[in-house]
């Protein structure tokens, strides 16, 4: 029952003076439109621009917008696990600050939420939704990457780096506290530690704008998840995570927690 939803969105920003306001008021509509009961919390990472001033003076008008402010910027991992930790909704989730996902794609997203325990946005999964436009580069790095994730993990999630993820608040509760990682390799992470937990996950294709003013350093940043993918495992193999029990919020048959889509 949508009308019922009780949800958290989480937005990290760093430097998203340009894009923040337009990304909350549009969440702010689409929450309203859908009479949804929301908080939306932008996890503020260090920014040196106007962001924390925009953030508070649109907190001053509503009091369902908060912020969280870092000194230091600390990562994308870091500012998404702080605003999950403060969250407090039924359902949560995080998107990026510079729409390239509408909130209207959150929808998708509900239509899952409720049989299992993490539904992902997906710009590889298509379905029967048209082919996203973006750079062929951007392209082959998504598919190479998600080729080595598959390998290294055995988990049939396509597009593990995509900014548009809900949970339900007890499963973000179970999950977050175990990150580890600060920087653009956290999804990886919380993939693999809810498989460790046998929880359940659905890969749910949504559309996807390519924003090529996107600060987003494709080759470092690409160089950086495949490292940090590589030390995921490597810690996981040292047992750096310890025994991690099967979740009793796990839903169903543990032979159908991934649901992988064509």
């Known amino acids: 029952q949508r009308q019922m939803c ?11 003076e340009k894009t923040i306001e337009r990304c909350i008021n549009e969440i702010v509509q689409f929450c309203t439109d859908q009479n949804f009961d929301y908080e939306i919390i932008v996890a503020e990472d260090g920014s040196i621009d106007n962001t924390v001033e925009i953030v508070t003076r649109l907190s001053t008008a509503n009091s369902r ?4 402010s870092s000194r230091k910027n600390l990562g994308k991992g870091n500012a998404v696990q702080n605003g999950m930790l403060h969250a407090t909704k039924n359902y949560v989730g995080f998107m990026d600050a510079d729409l390239s996902a509408l909130p209207k794609e ?3 997203c509900i239509n899952y939420i409720h049989d299992y325990d993490l539904v992902i946005g997906s710009r590889l999964v298509r379905d029967d939704l048209g ?9 082959l790095l998504s598919h190479l990457y998600s080729f080595l994730f598959r390998i290294l993990f055995n988990i049939p999630i396509k597009d593990t780096q ?5 949970f339900r608040g007890d499963v973000a509760e ?3 506290p175990l990150q580890r990682t600060p920087g653009w390799g956290f999804d990886v992470e919380l993939l693999f530690l809810a498989r460790m937990l046998h929880l359940q996950l659905m890969e749910v294709p949504i559309d996807w704008h390519h924003d090529s ?18 030390r995921l495992r490597w810690s996981a193999w040292r047992g750096i995570y310890g025994v991690l029990e099967p979740s009793l919020l796990a839903r169903g048959d543990n032979k159908k927690r991934t649901k ?3």
């Open 65 to 68: 917008i908060k912020i969280l």
């Open 106 to 108: 959150l929808l998708r």
């Open 174 to 176: 179970l999950l977050f």
């Open 260 to 262: 992988e889509r064509r």
């Open 162 to 166: 995509c900014g548009f993820k809900c």
């Open 131 to 139: 082919k996203i436009q973006r750079p062929l580069s951007r392209t």
């Open 6 to 16: 009780i949800r958290d969105r989480i937005i990290p920003a760093y430097n998203e």
């Open 213 to 230: 003013d996107s600060r987003s350093h494709r080759l470092r940043n690409g160089i950086s998840m495949g490292v940090g993918t590589l």
